[in-house]
């Protein structure tokens, strides 16, 4: 068909739903993903604030609000400025290739040089594209939040924040989202909607500014439940809805294969909460309110790298093993290490991720459901366990260099006085209730 790009499978499938390039806008299509914009972002705005801050302390309710509200507009301003540009200017890319184009974007759309209202991205305007791109960018490090949860300076989280997305978010967009020519997009790495992008990158970078943290105060030994657990499981239900502009809204139109992303991010995060608290009742002889708002949001992010490769076969099943492993992660795995990801982002996050990363290389499998006809799985499934691993270590140690930099120059802690007053106080000098 005339004006239409031929590419291989692998990258078809790599990038986030990209479809065959088209010359005309489809509404329909615009329609949807300006949809999908406003969801993704409602996901982040409340959602992720509330869920975040019903399960620290009355004390620092504020300060999760605060934090998540923070990061979007910060964010928002290094996307616009260089974001987009490093992550999605392909000037110079070509398939195959080895040199740095391969690794990050170039400087051709710096302040979105170029991007007009006549732009047209596949079926979209370019400008859509821009704005469903950034809601994916403020998410990512707005996750790593919970794991250092209640103990972080604000300065210090803003900081990190900025040379993180610089250093680790835009590089990994670019190299798996970033069309012909991006590192592990050349390979044919299957990451629908952010398992790697967004899901590993965050949760194992978690782990390393968690650990350099250190420990709230009292932890394990005095452990206090969550504040308020209803504002935890609205804010679940804003994830879970929102999701669905997350892994849908990756096909970048309105068709059948984002119905079918749709549809598989229903089936796996019940699953995944009906496994969590199951394990729960056995265990303790209750299941637990958090625990079924946990386990969801497990199945979702396991089911984000293959919501558009999978169907509801493979969604059982990744759904099945976020709930499992995941459990695992962060209620045993946690415990034995001592690490204290306050929120569960590495348990959840980084090894759900990692979860959906590797399993879409069976699932994605036309014989069990999947996509892709004559899929061969164990040379996807090395591809996938590559990429997980280089993306994960990456950004496990430009995490670290960040932090210990940040620490000397202006520390990453607040005071004893003040994470025992709470950060509401200590660093925003307002209260989330009044007295």
Request: proline share 3%; aromatic share 10%; charged share 10%.
């Amino acid at each position: 068909m005339i004006g239409r790009i031929l590419i291989p499978v692998g990258l078809l499938l790599a990038l986030p739903g990209a479809c065959l390039a088209q010359d005309s806008l489809d509404t329909g299509d615009t329609a949807w993903i300006t949809t999908a914009t406003a969801l993704v972002l409602f996901m982040t705005i409340p959602g992720l604030a509330m869920f975040y801050a019903g399960l620290v302390k009355s004390r620092n309710v504020l300060s999760m609000f605060t934090q998540c509200f923070a990061i979007t507009a910060l964010v928002t301003v290094l996307w616009v400025v260089y974001g987009y540009s490093l992550a999605f200017d392909g000037t110079g890319m070509a398939e195959g290739q080895t040199g740095l184009a391969a690794f990050v974007g170039g400087f051709g759309k710096l302040f979105l040089s170029g991007v007009s209202p006549d732009s047209i991205s596949g079926t979209i305007p370019e400008l859509t594209f821009v704005a469903f791109q950034l809601t994916f960018a403020i998410i990512t490090p707005a996750l790593m939040i919970g794991a250092f949860a209640e103990r972080m300076k604000f300065s210090a989280v803003l900081w990190f924040t900025g040379l993180w997305v610089t250093l680790c978010y835009f590089p990994t967009a670019h190299m798996v989202w970033g069309g012909a020519g991006g590192y592990f997009a050349d390979m044919g790495v299957f990451d629908f909607a952010g398992g790697i992008v967004v899901h590993i990158t965050a949760g194992f970078s978690a782990l390393v500014a968690c650990i350099l943290v250190g420990r709230r105060q009292g932890h394990p030994e005095r452990m206090t439940p969550p504040h308020n657990i209803p504002m935890t499981l609205a804010g679940t239900a804003m994830l879970w809805v929102g999701w669905f502009g997350f892994n849908g809204g990756s096909a970048l139109a309105a068709n059948g294969q984002a119905a079918m992303a749709i549809l598989v991010t229903q089936i796996s995060p019940c699953v995944a909460a009906m496994t969590w608290i199951s394990i729960e009742r056995i265990r303790f002889g209750q299941p637990t309110a958090v625990g079924l708002a946990t386990g969801a949001i497990a199945g979702l992010a396991a089911i984000t790298p293959a919501s558009g490769n999978v169907g509801p076969m493979g969604a059982i099943a990744i759904g099945l093993a976020a709930g499992l492993v995941c459990y695992w992660a962060s209620v045993i795995l946690k415990a034995r290490f001592g690490y204290d990801d306050a929120l569960d982002v590495v348990g959840v996050h980084g090894v759900g991720g990692l979860v959906g990363t590797l399993l879409v290389a069976v699932f994605a499998s036309a014989a069990l459901g999947g996509a892709v006809e004559g899929l061969d799985i164990g040379a996807q499934l090395g591809v996938q366990a590559f990429a997980s691993i280089a993306v994960a270590a990456y950004c496990m140690v430009v995490s670290f260099v960040i932090l210990k930099v940040l620490d000397a120059v202006i520390g990453l802690r607040v005071t004893g006085d003040e994470e025992a007053s709470g950060l509401d106080i200590a660093d925003h000098g307002e209260t989330g209730y009044a007295a």
